[in-house]
Each structure stands twice: as C-alpha cells, then as structure tokens.
C-alpha cells in the first residue's frame, strides 16, 4: 500500500509564483490535512477536510486555499508565493475526527520561496 | 484551547544508554496522547498512543510511555537506545470526542544517539 502519496517531493518558486501541491492517500480515509513544519516550530494545521466536501481553516491558512476533489485526493494551492512560505508541507489523512485515530503522514514537499 | 510542550529541543544520549523524552500538555478538556517519530527526509509515524486504561502504554521499536493525569505528562522512555533512534520525536494530543482539526503537536525533540 503506498498509503499517503505527495507529488512533488521538491519545489523550488520565485516570489509571485502559484503553484499545487497534490496528495492522496489510498486506506478509504474520511479526513485529510495539510501542515507545514518549520525548524523549532513542530507541525502547524494550514487547512484540514473532516470529510469530503468539506474544508475548514486551521492554525495558520492565510496564503494558501485548499480543495478536496474526492474522497482521496486533497491538493493544498499557494496563489501568490512568499519567501516566508518557504517550508516542508506534510499531507496526513484519518479515518475519522473522533480524536482516537492516528494520522497517517505523506513524505512531504519541500518548498523553496526565492 | 489545548497545548503540548516538549521540553527539550535536543537530547544526545550514548548508544545503548537509556533515554527519557519529556512531554507535557495543557488542556481543559480530555485527551487522547500520542508520540510520533519522524526519521531524515521521511514523514512522521506513530509510535504509540494512550486512549485510555493502563496508564503504562507500549510502541515500536522498543519505546514506551506513562501517562501521569495529576502532572498532565506522557513522557517517552526506552531502556537502551540505538543508533537507529536518531529521529526527531514529537508528542501531540487530540480531544476526547474529536475536534475536527485533530492534533496538536509539541515543537518536537531531536533524539542525538552517540556511539
């Protein structure tokens, strides 16, 4: 099973650039998120999907819009890049929200904001 | 609104040492508690999680951790590590009942084995 798969593995944008990021997970998961992680900061919630059809912002979304195109795939869409974006994004998804389900996490996309 | 705090950014240990990381939280509410690890250039794994009873939880790769609810922590143990350890680890709590926006995680620990 390939579990959560994120495509690309690398980016690297010039400042003003819009770009998607895609990820999609294959275990029949009803939630998805998107996080960023920053040196000494952990993971940060961006957006998240509690079901498809479905998106509500998390802790940091200004700069980012989401889209959660069916049940499996949920692509996360930077319109206009800044350098403060520059970062590792990890897409995760869950069976559910109950709070008792692990996530599962992609290998992540690292982002290079020039 | 709930918190978890890692109180270590970094801790170097010797190979076949044993290891403590430190995890505590603040919530006003129930919560679920879980470790993940994340090694270089891959995403994170769980590597245990207390839901509820034994308050004595046990993981992979050889980890465990005890809840402590008068202290609010869940710190992570392992009696002998191995150079294979060296990851960066992360304690993360949900809401009993669920919050739609799932985990909160600490700022994480980088586990440093030394030969």
């Known amino acids: 099973n390939a579990g959560v798969t994120q495509t690309p593995k690398f980016q690297v944008l010039k400042t003003g650039q819009s770009m998607t990021l895609q990820c999609a997970q294959d275990m029949n998961h009803n939630s998805m998120y998107w996080y960023r992680q920053d040196p000494g900061m952990g993971l940060r919630l961006i957006y998240y999907s509690a079901s498809e059809g479905t998106t509500d912002k998390g802790e940091v979304p200004n700069g980012y819009n989401v889209s959660r195109l069916n049940k499996r795939e949920f692509s996360l869409r930077l319109e206009s890049a800044a350098p403060s974006q520059t970062s590792v994004y990890f897409c995760?998804?869950?069976?559910?929200?109950?709070?008792?389900?692990?996530?599962?996490f992609g290998d992540g996309t690292r982002l290079s904001i020039l | 609104a709930q918190s978890v705090t890692q109180l270590d950014s970094q801790v170097p240990v010797f190979e076949e040492a044993p290891v403590e990381l430190r995890c505590n939280y603040s919530?006003?509410?129930?919560?679920?508690l879980f470790w993940y690890v994340q090694y270089p250039n891959q995403g994170l794994q769980l590597l245990l999680k207390?839901?509820?009873?034994?308050?004595l939880v046990k993981g992979i790769n050889g980890f465990e951790a005890e809840f402590n609810k008068s202290q609010t922590s869940f710190h992570l143990r392992k009696p002998s590590v191995h150079i294979s350890d060296t990851a960066e680890y992360f304690c993360?709590?949900?809401?009993?009942?669920?919050?739609?926006?799932?985990?909160?995680f600490g700022k994480g620990t980088h586990l440093i084995i030394q030969p």
């Open positions: 207390y839901l509820s009873g034994s308050t």
């Open positions: 919530s006003s509410v129930s919560v679920y």
């Open positions: 993360a709590v949900s809401l009993i009942g669920g919050g739609a926006d799932g985990l909160t």
């Open positions: 995760a998804s869950s069976e559910e929200t109950r709070g008792f389900e692990p996530q599962h």
